[in-house]
């Protein structure tokens, strides 16, 4: 059972540069997140999607997109990288939407060093 | 701004010692979970406490939630070294949010 599979786990990226961060679930779960966490703290709400074809901005969405087409896929995009979003970056799930989470189903993250 | 905040920022105790940890949050809750998230690796979900309940337990996990004081607390008795890791608490208000987690050390 893979769960929640997240790419690339690791890249090195210019300043200015297009990124694109995939995650994959196989559970149906109607609810994905995207969380990024710096070095030795917690972790912050990026983007949400409740369900298929909807997206809700979290805590710190300024500089990243997302889309959710299908139940599966939930791309997160940088659009022009900057050194501040030096980041190791969490792709989750829930069954519920994120205004009933119950418990989140972790991806092993991407660690994204933006040069 | 993060609603769950995890006190202390981090524990070492010996092999065999109980490890408490807290969780203070500031407005209503649906539910308050535990997490743990060793060196590197993802979160993963450890127990779900409700708003009505007041004290849950799961193996050497017990939570407590007091929803007067706005705080949580993950017990975890007869620790291991395999208990080392960082543990957050995540407050259900909307949105999810965590808090900077407990770095907890077990030597053994």
């Known amino acids: 059972i893979a769960g929640i599979t997240q790419a690339p786990t690791s890249q090195i990226l210019a300043a200015g540069r297009r990124m694109t961060l995939r995650c994959t679930q196989d559970?149906?779960?109607?609810?994905m997140y995207w969380y990024r966490q710096d070095l030795g703290l917690g972790l912050r709400l990026i983007h949400y999607?409740?369900?298929?074809?909807?997206?809700g901005k979290g805590e710190v969405p300024d500089g990243y997109s997302v889309s959710r087409a299908n139940t599966d896929d939930f791309p997160l995009t940088l659009a022009s990288a900057v050194p501040s979003q030096t980041s190791v970056y969490f792709c989750?799930?829930?069954?519920?939407?994120?205004?009933?989470?119950?418990?989140?189903?972790f991806g092993e993250g991407s660690r994204l060093t933006v040069l | 701004s993060q609603q769950g905040e995890e006190d202390p920022q981090a524990l070492s105790i010996q092999e065999g010692e109980n490890a408490t940890m807290n969780c203070s949050y500031k407005?209503?809750?649906?539910?308050l979970q535990w997490y743990r998230q060793n060196s590197g690796r993802g979160l993963v979900h450890l127990i779900l406490?409700?708003?009505?309940?007041r004290e849950k337990h799961s193996g050497r996990l017990r939570v407590t939630l007091d929803t007067s004081k706005k705080s949580s607390s993950l017990l975890i008795t007869a620790s291991r070294a395999a208990d080392t890791a960082s543990y957050f608490c995540?407050?259900?208000?909307?949105?999810?949010?965590f808090g900077d987690g407990t770095t907890l050390t077990v030597k053994p």
């Open positions: 989750a799930s829930s069954e519920q939407g994120a205004t009933n989470t119950g418990e989140l189903f």
């Open positions: 995540l407050t259900n208000a909307g949105k999810s949010t």
């Open positions: 406490i409700r708003s009505n309940e």
């Open positions: 999607s409740n369900t298929a074809g909807t997206t």
């Open positions: 559970m149906r779960h109607n609810a």
């Open positions: 407005t209503s809750i649906n539910n």
